[in-house]
Nanobody, 121 residues
Framework: QVQLVESGGGLVQAGGSLRLSCAAS????????MGWYRQAPGKQRELVAT???????NYADSVKGRFTISRDNAKNTVYLQTNSLRPEDTAVYYC???????????????WGQGTQVTVSS
């Protein structure tokens, strides 16, 4: 059983910062891509940022220069540092990872339960 558990969401004023964390646990052989997505009320879930096992990153245009994704492979954890937050960043943020479990031949996509980020104006 593999689980992703997020933490670090909350309420912050515009211009503020939050650091989101997502830890993967369970019978993990290898973690490939890890990433963050978000879903605002009434909108589709959208990509925020991804990071490969080698550290290559990709960002949505709306967060470039403000958000930074990183990972600690020894801890099976991915982080999202969010700076200069705007009200339009308000959403539920979901962690995502492509994981190859032990004794399984193909990787699966796993999702966390989500953490709420609310930015007040």
């Amino acid at each position: 059983q593999v689980q992703l558990v997020e933490s670090g969401g909350g309420l912050v004023q515009a211009g503020g910062s939050l650091r989101l964390s997502c830890a993967a646990s369970g019978s993990i052989f290898k973690i490939n891509y890890m990433g963050w997505y978000r879903q605002a009320p009434g909108k589709q879930r959208e990509l925020v940022a991804t990071i490969s096992s080698g550290g290559s990153t990709n960002y949505a245009d709306s967060v470039k220069g403000r958000f930074t994704i990183s990972r600690d492979n020894a801890k099976n954890t991915v982080y999202l540092q969010t700076n200069s937050l705007r009200p339009e960043d308000t959403a539920v943020y979901y962690c995502n990872a492509v994981i190859l479990p032990h004794q399984v031949s193909i990787p699966y996509v796993y999702w966390g339960q989500g953490t709420q980020v609310t930015v007040s104006s």
